[in-house]
Protein backbone atom coordinates (compact mmCIF):
# COMPACT_ATOMS: atom_id res chain seq x y z
CA UNK A 1 0.00 0.00 0.00
CA UNK A 2 1.03 3.74 -0.19
CA UNK A 3 2.75 5.27 2.39
CA UNK A 4 0.85 8.19 1.78
CA UNK A 5 -2.84 8.95 3.49
CA UNK A 6 -5.31 8.16 0.91
CA UNK A 7 -6.84 11.65 1.05
CA UNK A 8 -2.99 12.21 -0.46
CA UNK A 9 -3.37 9.00 -2.58
CA UNK A 10 -6.54 10.03 -3.98
CA UNK A 11 -5.11 13.80 -5.14
CA UNK A 12 -1.81 12.19 -6.20
CA UNK A 13 -3.53 10.35 -8.80
CA UNK A 14 -6.00 12.74 -10.03
CA UNK A 15 -3.01 15.38 -10.14
CA UNK A 16 -1.05 13.05 -12.32
CA UNK A 17 -4.06 12.03 -14.85
CA UNK A 18 -4.34 16.43 -15.23
CA UNK A 19 -0.04 16.30 -15.73
CA UNK A 20 -0.27 13.95 -18.73
CA UNK A 21 -2.94 16.19 -20.72
CA UNK A 22 -1.33 19.78 -19.96
CA UNK A 23 0.21 20.10 -23.31
CA UNK A 24 -2.79 19.37 -25.10
CA UNK A 25 -4.97 21.90 -26.90
CA UNK A 26 -8.44 22.41 -26.49
CA UNK A 27 -8.60 20.95 -30.39
CA UNK A 28 -6.93 17.84 -29.48
CA UNK A 29 -9.31 17.31 -26.44
CA UNK A 30 -12.59 16.13 -28.03
CA UNK A 31 -11.14 14.13 -30.84
CA UNK A 32 -12.08 10.44 -31.67
CA UNK A 33 -10.31 9.17 -34.74
CA UNK A 34 -11.54 5.74 -34.63
CA UNK A 35 -14.08 3.57 -32.34
CA UNK A 36 -11.09 2.19 -29.92
CA UNK A 37 -9.56 5.39 -29.32
CA UNK A 38 -11.52 7.99 -26.56
CA UNK A 39 -11.35 11.44 -26.41
CA UNK A 40 -8.60 12.99 -23.52
CA UNK A 41 -11.71 14.96 -22.78
CA UNK A 42 -13.90 12.02 -22.00
CA UNK A 43 -11.67 10.40 -20.17
CA UNK A 44 -11.00 13.34 -17.45
CA UNK A 45 -14.52 13.65 -16.94
CA UNK A 46 -15.53 9.75 -16.95
CA UNK A 47 -12.94 9.12 -13.88
CA UNK A 48 -14.40 11.99 -12.37
CA UNK A 49 -18.00 10.33 -12.82
CA UNK A 50 -16.77 7.14 -10.97
CA UNK A 51 -16.10 8.65 -7.70
CA UNK A 52 -19.17 10.51 -7.71
CA UNK A 53 -21.28 7.76 -8.92
CA UNK A 54 -20.02 5.31 -6.65
CA UNK A 55 -18.51 7.24 -3.72
CA UNK A 56 -20.00 10.77 -3.25
CA UNK A 57 -23.33 9.69 -4.71
CA UNK A 58 -23.45 7.25 -2.28
CA UNK A 59 -21.79 7.73 0.68
CA UNK A 60 -21.80 11.39 1.25
CA UNK A 61 -25.22 12.66 2.39
CA UNK A 62 -26.13 16.10 1.01
CA UNK A 63 -23.83 15.51 -2.26
CA UNK A 64 -25.43 17.46 -5.02
CA UNK A 65 -24.41 15.85 -8.34
CA UNK A 66 -22.36 18.45 -10.73
CA UNK A 67 -24.75 18.41 -13.61
CA UNK A 68 -27.55 15.61 -13.61
CA UNK A 69 -26.48 14.42 -17.22
CA UNK A 70 -23.02 13.69 -17.00
CA UNK A 71 -24.02 10.14 -15.53
CA UNK A 72 -24.89 9.67 -19.42
CA UNK A 73 -22.24 11.25 -21.39
CA UNK A 74 -19.55 9.99 -19.01
CA UNK A 75 -20.79 6.14 -18.07
CA UNK A 76 -18.23 3.37 -19.97
CA UNK A 77 -20.02 -0.08 -19.84
CA UNK A 78 -21.82 -0.14 -16.63
CA UNK A 79 -25.76 -1.19 -17.78
CA UNK A 80 -26.64 -1.21 -14.15
CA UNK A 81 -26.18 2.13 -13.85
CA UNK A 82 -28.27 2.85 -17.15
CA UNK A 83 -28.14 4.30 -20.50
CA UNK A 84 -24.89 6.03 -22.04
CA UNK A 85 -23.55 7.87 -25.25
CA UNK A 86 -22.33 5.00 -27.41
CA UNK A 87 -18.46 4.55 -27.38
CA UNK A 88 -18.44 5.45 -30.78
CA UNK A 89 -19.89 8.99 -30.46
CA UNK A 90 -17.51 10.08 -27.66
CA UNK A 91 -16.10 11.81 -30.21
CA UNK A 92 -18.82 14.28 -31.39
CA UNK A 93 -19.28 15.61 -27.81
CA UNK A 94 -17.88 19.12 -28.20
CA UNK A 95 -19.86 20.05 -24.88
CA UNK A 96 -19.37 20.13 -22.22
CA UNK A 97 -16.37 22.41 -22.96
CA UNK A 98 -12.84 21.18 -21.49
CA UNK A 99 -13.30 24.02 -19.09
CA UNK A 100 -16.36 22.47 -18.14
CA UNK A 101 -15.06 19.07 -17.52
CA UNK A 102 -12.28 20.74 -15.43
CA UNK A 103 -14.08 22.44 -13.33
CA UNK A 104 -15.77 18.71 -13.17
CA UNK A 105 -12.94 17.36 -11.48
CA UNK A 106 -12.22 20.23 -9.12
CA UNK A 107 -15.60 19.98 -7.96
CA UNK A 108 -15.68 16.49 -7.46
CA UNK A 109 -12.06 16.37 -5.43
CA UNK A 110 -13.04 19.04 -3.53
CA UNK A 111 -16.04 17.08 -2.02
CA UNK A 112 -13.43 13.97 -2.13
CA UNK A 113 -10.80 15.54 -0.34
CA UNK A 114 -13.29 16.82 2.46
CA UNK A 115 -14.93 13.27 2.52
CA UNK A 116 -11.89 11.77 2.67
CA UNK A 117 -10.93 14.01 5.89
CA UNK A 118 -12.41 11.36 7.81
CA UNK A 119 -11.16 6.98 8.10
CA UNK A 120 -13.72 5.46 5.98
CA UNK A 121 -14.93 2.20 6.83
CA UNK A 122 -13.66 -0.76 4.38
CA UNK A 123 -16.23 -1.28 2.43
CA UNK A 124 -16.15 2.99 1.16
CA UNK A 125 -12.44 2.23 1.60
CA UNK A 126 -12.53 -0.59 -0.92
CA UNK A 127 -14.45 0.96 -3.40
CA UNK A 128 -11.78 4.42 -3.35
CA UNK A 129 -9.10 2.26 -3.76
CA UNK A 130 -11.16 0.18 -7.11
CA UNK A 131 -11.75 4.05 -7.77
CA UNK A 132 -8.21 4.84 -7.83
CA UNK A 133 -6.99 1.94 -9.58
CA UNK A 134 -9.41 2.56 -12.47
CA UNK A 135 -8.25 6.02 -12.89
CA UNK A 136 -4.72 4.99 -13.32
CA UNK A 137 -5.46 2.43 -15.93
CA UNK A 138 -7.15 5.40 -17.50
CA UNK A 139 -3.72 7.17 -17.54
CA UNK A 140 -2.30 4.29 -19.69
CA UNK A 141 -4.94 4.21 -21.79
CA UNK A 142 -4.98 8.35 -22.32
CA UNK A 143 -1.36 7.93 -23.04
CA UNK A 144 -2.32 5.52 -25.49
CA UNK A 145 -5.12 7.88 -27.32
CA UNK A 146 -3.16 10.66 -26.97
CA UNK A 147 -0.66 9.19 -29.51
CA UNK A 148 -2.93 7.82 -31.61
CA UNK A 149 -4.44 11.30 -31.83
CA UNK A 150 -1.02 12.38 -32.39
CA UNK A 151 0.28 10.10 -34.67
CA UNK A 152 -2.09 10.55 -37.08
CA UNK A 153 -1.74 14.05 -37.34
CA UNK A 154 0.72 15.14 -40.15
CA UNK A 155 2.62 17.49 -38.01
CA UNK A 156 3.60 14.71 -35.54
CA UNK A 157 3.51 16.53 -32.57
CA UNK A 158 5.71 15.96 -29.31
CA UNK A 159 3.88 15.18 -25.61
CA UNK A 160 4.84 17.36 -22.86
CA UNK A 161 4.63 14.16 -20.65
CA UNK A 162 7.54 12.24 -21.59
CA UNK A 163 8.25 8.34 -21.76
CA UNK A 164 10.83 6.36 -23.63
CA UNK A 165 11.66 2.81 -24.02
CA UNK A 166 15.28 1.28 -23.20
CA UNK A 167 16.97 -0.36 -25.99
CA UNK A 168 17.66 -4.13 -25.45
CA UNK A 169 21.13 -4.51 -25.74
CA UNK A 170 21.95 -8.18 -24.12
CA UNK A 171 22.49 -10.67 -25.98
CA UNK A 172 19.41 -13.10 -26.07
CA UNK A 173 19.33 -16.37 -23.75
CA UNK A 174 17.15 -18.15 -22.71
CA UNK A 175 15.83 -19.27 -19.07
CA UNK A 176 15.10 -22.71 -18.32
CA UNK A 177 11.94 -23.41 -15.99
CA UNK A 178 11.32 -26.74 -14.77
CA UNK A 179 8.64 -29.17 -15.58
CA UNK A 180 6.34 -28.71 -12.19
CA UNK A 181 3.48 -27.98 -10.69
CA UNK A 182 3.12 -24.00 -10.17
CA UNK A 183 1.00 -21.94 -7.92
CA UNK A 184 -0.73 -18.90 -10.24
CA UNK A 185 -2.64 -16.00 -9.15
CA UNK A 186 -2.59 -13.13 -6.35
CA UNK A 187 -1.48 -13.76 -3.15
CA UNK A 188 -1.25 -11.24 -0.51
CA UNK A 189 -3.11 -8.52 1.85
CA UNK A 190 -2.82 -5.43 -0.82
CA UNK A 191 -4.66 -4.79 -3.70
CA UNK A 192 -5.82 -6.90 -7.05
CA UNK A 193 -8.68 -6.95 -9.39
CA UNK A 194 -10.91 -9.69 -8.46
CA UNK A 195 -9.61 -11.92 -12.14
CA UNK A 196 -6.64 -12.23 -10.23
CA UNK A 197 -8.19 -14.62 -7.74
CA UNK A 198 -8.96 -17.86 -7.65
CA UNK A 199 -5.42 -19.03 -6.63
CA UNK A 200 -4.94 -22.25 -7.73
CA UNK A 201 -2.29 -24.93 -9.18
CA UNK A 202 -1.11 -25.78 -13.32
CA UNK A 203 1.33 -28.45 -14.40
CA UNK A 204 3.97 -26.88 -16.72
CA UNK A 205 6.48 -28.85 -19.13
CA UNK A 206 9.74 -28.02 -18.73
CA UNK A 207 10.05 -24.52 -21.66
CA UNK A 208 12.67 -21.87 -22.39
CA UNK A 209 11.93 -18.55 -22.50
CA UNK A 210 13.81 -15.48 -23.45
CA UNK A 211 15.62 -12.83 -21.59
CA UNK A 212 14.67 -9.99 -23.32
CA UNK A 213 12.06 -8.64 -25.93
CA UNK A 214 12.13 -9.01 -29.47
CA UNK A 215 13.64 -5.98 -30.88
CA UNK A 216 13.09 -3.53 -33.88
CA UNK A 217 16.46 -5.23 -35.47
CA UNK A 218 15.12 -8.53 -35.63
CA UNK A 219 11.35 -7.85 -36.74
CA UNK A 220 12.68 -5.66 -40.18
CA UNK A 221 14.40 -9.12 -40.63
CA UNK A 222 10.92 -10.96 -40.01
CA UNK A 223 9.80 -7.94 -42.29
CA UNK A 224 12.28 -7.83 -44.82
CA UNK A 225 11.61 -12.20 -45.58
CA UNK A 226 8.46 -11.79 -46.36
CA UNK A 227 6.91 -12.30 -43.15
CA UNK A 228 3.75 -10.43 -43.88
CA UNK A 229 3.34 -11.97 -47.54
CA UNK A 230 3.32 -15.50 -46.72
CA UNK A 231 0.07 -16.65 -45.03
CA UNK A 232 1.43 -20.41 -43.48
CA UNK A 233 2.63 -17.81 -40.30
CA UNK A 234 -0.39 -16.42 -39.46
CA UNK A 235 -3.59 -17.44 -38.17
CA UNK A 236 -6.76 -17.36 -40.45
CA UNK A 237 -8.12 -14.35 -38.67
CA UNK A 238 -4.93 -12.57 -38.60
CA UNK A 239 -4.37 -13.31 -42.01
CA UNK A 240 -7.75 -11.63 -42.74
CA UNK A 241 -6.87 -8.62 -40.61
CA UNK A 242 -3.42 -7.39 -42.23
CA UNK A 243 -4.99 -8.27 -45.61
CA UNK A 244 -7.97 -6.25 -45.41
CA UNK A 245 -6.34 -2.84 -43.59
CA UNK A 246 -2.93 -3.72 -45.91
CA UNK A 247 -1.14 -3.85 -42.75
CA UNK A 248 2.75 -4.41 -43.46
CA UNK A 249 4.83 -2.71 -40.51
CA UNK A 250 4.28 -2.29 -37.57
CA UNK A 251 1.64 0.76 -35.99
CA UNK A 252 3.58 3.87 -36.95
CA UNK A 253 5.95 2.79 -38.62
CA UNK A 254 6.65 5.10 -42.05
CA UNK A 255 9.30 4.25 -45.00
CA UNK A 256 10.37 7.63 -46.16
CA UNK A 257 13.43 7.63 -48.86
CA UNK A 258 13.52 3.92 -48.20
CA UNK A 259 14.46 4.31 -44.18
CA UNK A 260 12.27 3.44 -41.71
CA UNK A 261 11.07 6.25 -39.24
CA UNK A 262 8.15 5.88 -36.68
CA UNK A 263 6.04 7.94 -34.40
CA UNK A 264 6.90 8.16 -30.96
CA UNK A 265 5.29 11.00 -28.37
CA UNK A 266 9.02 12.85 -28.65
CA UNK A 267 7.92 12.94 -32.83
CA UNK A 268 8.68 11.44 -36.21
CA UNK A 269 12.15 9.48 -35.35
CA UNK A 270 14.44 7.24 -36.81
CA UNK A 271 13.96 3.47 -36.01
CA UNK A 272 16.35 2.55 -33.16
CA UNK A 273 17.37 -1.54 -34.35
CA UNK A 274 18.08 -2.20 -30.36
CA UNK A 275 14.63 -0.70 -29.39
CA UNK A 276 11.97 -2.88 -28.51
CA UNK A 277 9.59 -3.94 -31.51
CA UNK A 278 5.84 -2.11 -29.92
CA UNK A 279 2.35 -1.26 -31.07
CA UNK A 280 2.12 -5.13 -31.90
CA UNK A 281 -0.83 -6.98 -32.40
CA UNK A 282 -1.41 -10.44 -30.92
CA UNK A 283 -1.83 -11.81 -34.55
CA UNK A 284 1.78 -10.21 -35.39
CA UNK A 285 3.28 -11.61 -32.29
CA UNK A 286 2.11 -14.81 -33.14
CA UNK A 287 3.65 -14.82 -36.78
CA UNK A 288 6.63 -13.53 -35.55
CA UNK A 289 6.99 -16.45 -33.15
CA UNK A 290 6.14 -19.16 -35.38
CA UNK A 291 8.85 -17.61 -38.57
CA UNK A 292 11.31 -17.67 -36.03
CA UNK A 293 10.58 -21.27 -35.07
CA UNK A 294 9.45 -20.59 -31.63
CA UNK A 295 6.08 -19.75 -29.79
CA UNK A 296 4.43 -17.32 -27.01
CA UNK A 297 4.66 -18.03 -23.85
CA UNK A 298 1.09 -19.19 -22.25
CA UNK A 299 0.27 -16.44 -19.28
CA UNK A 300 1.15 -19.45 -16.55
CA UNK A 301 4.21 -19.52 -18.13
CA UNK A 302 4.72 -16.00 -17.85
CA UNK A 303 4.00 -15.56 -14.67
CA UNK A 304 6.27 -18.46 -13.30
CA UNK A 305 9.18 -17.05 -15.12
CA UNK A 306 9.04 -13.43 -14.62
CA UNK A 307 11.08 -13.34 -11.76
CA UNK A 308 14.09 -14.47 -13.67
CA UNK A 309 13.95 -11.27 -16.11
CA UNK A 310 13.45 -7.93 -16.31
CA UNK A 311 9.79 -6.75 -17.51
CA UNK A 312 8.13 -3.72 -17.35
CA UNK A 313 8.68 -1.64 -21.13
CA UNK A 314 5.69 -3.18 -22.92
CA UNK A 315 2.81 -5.57 -22.34
CA UNK A 316 4.00 -8.84 -23.48
CA UNK A 317 1.44 -10.99 -25.45
CA UNK A 318 0.63 -14.37 -24.63
CA UNK A 319 -1.13 -17.30 -25.75
CA UNK A 320 -3.35 -17.43 -23.40
CA UNK A 321 -7.27 -16.53 -23.80
CA UNK A 322 -8.42 -14.08 -21.25
CA UNK A 323 -10.87 -16.64 -18.66
CA UNK A 324 -12.24 -16.87 -15.42
CA UNK A 325 -9.73 -18.83 -12.96
CA UNK A 326 -11.41 -21.67 -10.78
CA UNK A 327 -14.27 -20.31 -8.63
CA UNK A 328 -14.32 -16.57 -10.50
CA UNK A 329 -17.16 -14.52 -8.88
CA UNK A 330 -18.40 -11.01 -9.46
CA UNK A 331 -19.27 -9.17 -7.08
CA UNK A 332 -23.07 -7.32 -7.17
CA UNK A 333 -24.51 -4.47 -9.00
CA UNK A 334 -22.32 -2.27 -11.13
CA UNK A 335 -18.68 -2.77 -9.84
CA UNK A 336 -19.03 -6.44 -11.00
CA UNK A 337 -19.28 -5.67 -14.20
CA UNK A 338 -15.53 -4.73 -13.94
CA UNK A 339 -13.76 -7.34 -16.02
CA UNK A 340 -15.72 -10.53 -15.88
CA UNK A 341 -18.20 -9.77 -18.56
CA UNK A 342 -14.99 -9.17 -21.31
CA UNK A 343 -13.90 -12.85 -20.60
CA UNK A 344 -14.29 -13.56 -24.51
CA UNK A 345 -12.62 -13.33 -27.39
CA UNK A 346 -9.80 -11.36 -25.91
CA UNK A 347 -6.17 -12.76 -25.48
CA UNK A 348 -3.89 -12.10 -22.09
CA UNK A 349 -1.18 -9.61 -22.07
CA UNK A 350 1.98 -9.21 -18.86
CA UNK A 351 4.17 -7.52 -17.53
CA UNK A 352 3.23 -3.60 -17.73
CA UNK A 353 4.50 -1.05 -20.20
CA UNK A 354 6.20 2.66 -19.75
CA UNK A 355 2.85 3.64 -20.03
CA UNK A 356 2.01 1.98 -16.64
CA UNK A 357 1.80 4.14 -13.34
CA UNK A 358 4.56 3.50 -10.97
CA UNK A 359 3.96 0.88 -8.39
CA UNK A 360 0.36 -0.17 -10.26
CA UNK A 361 1.56 -3.74 -11.45
CA UNK A 362 2.29 -6.87 -10.05
CA UNK A 363 3.21 -10.21 -11.80
CA UNK A 364 -0.07 -11.45 -11.14
CA UNK A 365 -1.72 -8.31 -13.38
CA UNK A 366 -3.96 -10.14 -16.25
CA UNK A 367 -4.65 -7.19 -19.22
CA UNK A 368 -6.21 -7.73 -21.57
CA UNK A 369 -7.34 -6.54 -25.48
CA UNK A 370 -8.96 -8.17 -28.68
CA UNK A 371 -6.23 -9.48 -31.03
CA UNK A 372 -6.27 -7.19 -33.79
CA UNK A 373 -5.48 -4.19 -31.37
CA UNK A 374 -2.09 -2.61 -32.31
CA UNK A 375 -2.12 1.25 -30.05
CA UNK A 376 -1.75 -0.12 -26.91
CA UNK A 377 1.81 -0.52 -26.09
CA UNK A 378 2.56 -4.26 -26.49
CA UNK A 379 5.78 -6.20 -27.89
CA UNK A 380 6.58 -9.58 -27.95
CA UNK A 381 8.58 -12.11 -25.62
CA UNK A 382 9.94 -15.53 -27.16
CA UNK A 383 9.79 -18.85 -25.89
CA UNK A 384 10.78 -22.33 -27.07
Known amino acids: MSKFTTKERFLEVRYRTETICKSLEPEDVSAQ ?9 WHLAHTTWFFEQFVLSVFNKGYQVYHPDYAYYFNSYYNNIGTRVVRADRGLMTRPTLQEVLSYRSYVNKH ?37 IFGTQPSFPELDFQIGLISEYAAQTFI ?42 EYIEFMESGGYKDFNLWHADGWDFIQKNNIEAPLYWFKID ?20 SHISFYEAFAFSQWKGMRLPTEFEWEVSSRKFKHGQLWEWTNSAYL ?15 NGKFMVNQMVLRG ?33
Open 112 to 148: MAEFLKKEQPKKIADIIEIGLQHEQQHQELLIYDIKY
Open 258 to 277: GEWLHYTLNGLKKIEKALPV
Open 33 to 41: PVVFVSPPK
Open 352 to 384: GSIASPPNHLRPTYRNFFQPELRWLFSGIRLVK
Open 176 to 217: TIPEGIYQIGYEGEGFCWDNELGQHKVYLNEFQISNRLVTNS
Open 324 to 338: PYPNFKTTDGALGEY
